[in-house]
């Protein structure tokens, strides 16, 4: 029952009483107990006013100790972040970096504006002398003088930042004391805090209770990634559609890799008992890493891939054992960012092949778009994780049988249910 309800409720009370209604039946009109109809009138007849008749009863008890003020300013606390980088010894150290780098940038500059000068009175003494040979390599060197000025300015520029933002800093640091040496608060240094602004205490329980009405977790902190790519929106969508509607008999391939697989091996082996986990050996020994390049048909499930390394050579081979396990037809592929993804040697090896392969490329920062991805955690849950390869070429031959399993008897698509519409973005959260 609210409090706007109780009041309503002991109005009627009233109401009736003055009416002459006696207890009992005021109490079935109004859906309370006869006890409760003699007590609203016994508060009634010595009450001064109507809001005092109507107002709830002191409750019994301790009073409270800890205010509502207290407790809003626990929470704005929480809801600001700790500035442990304004500890003083953390600001001078940035000072003194800043000024060196300032002043490193600075000499830069002037060496560079030096050998423009010069580059540029070696080109006019050159053309003087009409020499072509000279005039040719003087312009070269004046051109690669301009190049370093131009890297020169912006070191100073990003040098002249950093100062700013070092002075800024310790401009704030003058004004306020850090309170913790961590980055996100905890519940002890929210105490502290709390007791340096308002000179009262908080029990680490109630601070905890207090949090948790305010929907605040500051000691939790999760991660999250911005894509910088104006086009995000778009070309999410259209891989969705891609994998939603593919087009009619196109093959549709999510190639991406996977770098990093460790040849460890255990330096003993599992222990296992009848009861409780399996207990293995915290050291190891590397044998050297591998990457798996491999594709993913999102239609079948199908995967094919191989242990080659990720630069312009392997990624070339690996188009075209794709090209011939696909000889006809066109083919799509999904794949991230990377240098070797692009440049004059995937469109010469497009231009053999009639121009059939369509290669659509994922948003900045969003490799979770292409479906490879999650084979790739199911390869690292059931092979690379608790696996011990006494070889490189042991850990190829792992991932390889791993690839005939998953075609021949586990191969399924991934049934994928975005569709790339993303929730709006509300208003106080820009």
Known sequence: MTAQYRFVVRARIIHDAVAGVSNEQ?????????????????????????????????????????????????????????????QKDRIGARMREARAAKRAAARQVRSARVEV?????????????????????????RRAAKRAMQRANKAQLVAQATWATAQADAAWAAKSVPATFSAVWTHKALQEQLKTETGETMSLSEIGRTLCCGGLRPHRVRLWLHSPDPDFHEKVKAICNLYVHPPEGATVLSVDEKTGMQARADKCPLHTAEQGPVRREFEYIRHGTTTLIAAFDIRTGEVFGHCWRRNKHGIMRFLEQLAKKYPTGDVYIVWDNLNVHKGEAIEDFNARHNGRFHFVYTPIHASWMNQVEIWFSVLQRRVLRNG?????????AAVSAFIHQWNHVERRPFRWRFRGDFVPRLPWAA
């Open 26 to 86: 005021n109490a079935r009109r109004n859906g309370v107990h006869p006890d409760t109809v003699r007590k609203v009138r016994r508060r009634a007849a010595v009450a001064q006013s109507a809001a005092e008749a109507l107002a709830d009863a002191p409750r019994a008890g301790r009073p409270r100790r800890i205010s509502v003020e207290t407790r809003a300013t626990l929470i704005k606390i929480a809801c600001a972040r700790p500035t442990p980088e304004l």
């Open 388 to 396: 011990s390869f006494c070889s490189k070429a042991d850990l190829q």
């Open 117 to 141: 000068r010069r580059a540029a009175r070696l080109e006019r003494t050159a053309l003087r002398n009409k020499q072509r040979e000279q005039v040719q390599q003087a312009r070269k060197d």
